[in-house]
């Protein structure tokens, strides 16, 4: 309650998100939402309600933490998988709730079948392999006691996935990488289903290897940033259709940022704006300050170069964001005054202010700016 600034989430723009992840997937391919970092600064219990009300019934997280505060906030049990990070701690009340777990090394292995059979219930584990990311997963060459061990312990644990992560399917510099990758989980893949071990899904794709390497392996994808309506990075736009001119742009950003004008101030020509002296006004100027700043997530980096849209029209940032606040030049827009509504992110009377403009303005990506939203910003869900 009383918060300086309101999130926006639209059900027809990710709608319309969904619908595009579904025509550009292979047959019979099953769609995971990965909704860590608070579900890319979206919020994750709003996002998680439109998403399954929107028909999606796969989430996952990258710690427990996450998946405790989804399943806390869901009434109907979506499935739920943990990709990376998980306490012994957390792992019984994981297995007692079927959330699904990666699995990267033995020791985890071991702790995860010794709590199944205490619980006697089965341990849902997606087994990681690690092909050339280098960061986590089963390397080659444990791969042959990992065969060996699945086999021992079939009563204890259900092989539910096999799973590789691309470092880095977004850029075509990486395509030497990613294939030698995509070859490598091919092979291990076949070397676990001669030991009589399929799993129930098999999974490499992220956002950028649908569309970048749409015969990635597998029978699922997990697939973060494009559900919200961004492009991993403008190549993967621009190879997906092929023009570099006019882009076209099939996804629609979900998220809308916006708050109100706190006051208004006139300011003569020769004086400096806010702290320090980064904006001299060169001519009498009218500005107004806006109550967001750093603390709730809007970048520091913006300071003297991104803009607000008040009435249609773009005002620029003048002088450095504060911790709460930031200052405008509202010079020929009419009718600005405390309480007038901005737009921070978002379209407002045909014009727009995108994540992508400040990421290409502050060498932010897309995900960073997102996940850096403040959690205690109001999210609510609009048509
Ligand atoms: C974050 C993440 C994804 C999703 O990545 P996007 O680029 O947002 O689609 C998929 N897999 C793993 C292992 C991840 O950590």
Redesign the pocket.
């Known amino acids: 309650m009383f918060e300086t600034s309101t999130i926006e989430l639209s059900k027809k723009a990710l709608k319309n998100n969904l619908n595009f992840i579904r025509k550009n997937l292979s047959p019979g391919q099953r769609f995971?939402s990965?909704v860590?970092?608070n579900a890319?600064g979206h919020g994750t219990s709003e996002y998680v309600q439109m998403a399954m009300n929107a028909g999606v019934d796969y989430f996952?997280v990258?710690a427990a933490d996450e998946a405790y505060q989804l399943v806390s906030g869901t009434s109907k049990k979506p499935d739920l998988f943990i990709?990376?990070s998980i306490e012994n701690a957390a792992l019984e009340w994981a297995i007692k709730e079927d959330i699904e777990l990666?699995v990267f090394d033995f020791q985890r292995l071991e702790k995860i079948k010794e709590l199944a059979r205490k619980l006697n219930k089965k341990a849902r584990i997606h087994i990681?392999i690690e092909t050339g990311m280098q960061r986590t997963g089963f390397t080659v060459t444990q791969i042959p006691s990992l065969l060996n061990w699945l086999n021992v312990h079939k009563g204890s644990v259900l092989f539910h996935g096999l799973?590789t992560?691309?470092a880095g399917?977004?850029s075509q510099a990486n395509h030497f990488r990613i294939s030698s990758q995509i070859q490598q989980f091919k092979l291990i893949h076949s070397s676990f289903e001669s030991n009589g071990l399929t799993p129930v899904y098999s999974?490499s794709?992220?956002?950028?290897?649908?569309f970048n390497y749409p015969d990635a392996p597998g029978n699922l994808?997990?697939?973060?940033?494009?559900?919200f309506g961004f492009w991993?990075n403008k190549e993967t736009q621009i190879r997906y259709y092929g023009d570099t001119e006019n882009t076209p742009d099939d996804l629609k950003r979900i998220i809308r940022w916006t708050t109100r004008v706190m006051a208004v101030q006139q300011v003569a020509k020769g004086q400096y704006i806010g702290y320090g002296t980064s904006y001299l006004a060169l001519k009498n100027m009218k500005i107004a300050i806006l109550p967001v700043g750093y603390a709730h997530g809007y970048s520091r980096n913006l300071s003297n170069i991104g803009s607000v849209l008040i009435h249609g029209k773009s005002a620029p940032i003048v002088g450095t964001i504060n911790m709460n606040s930031m200052t405008v030049d509202v010079n020929g827009i009419d009718g600005v005054e405390m309480g007038t509504n901005v737009v921070l992110i978002g379209k407002q009377k045909g014009k727009s202010i995108t994540v992508n403009s400040f990421s290409e303005q502050s060498n932010l990506l897309n995900?960073e700016m997102l996940t850096r939203l403040s959690p205690t910003i109001p999210r609510i869900i609009t048509q």
């Open positions: 995971c990965v860590k970092g890319y996952a990258h990709i990376g990666a990681e799973f992560h691309f399917a977004e999974h794709a992220c956002s950028a290897a649908i994808v997990r697939a973060g940033i494009v559900q991993p995900y």
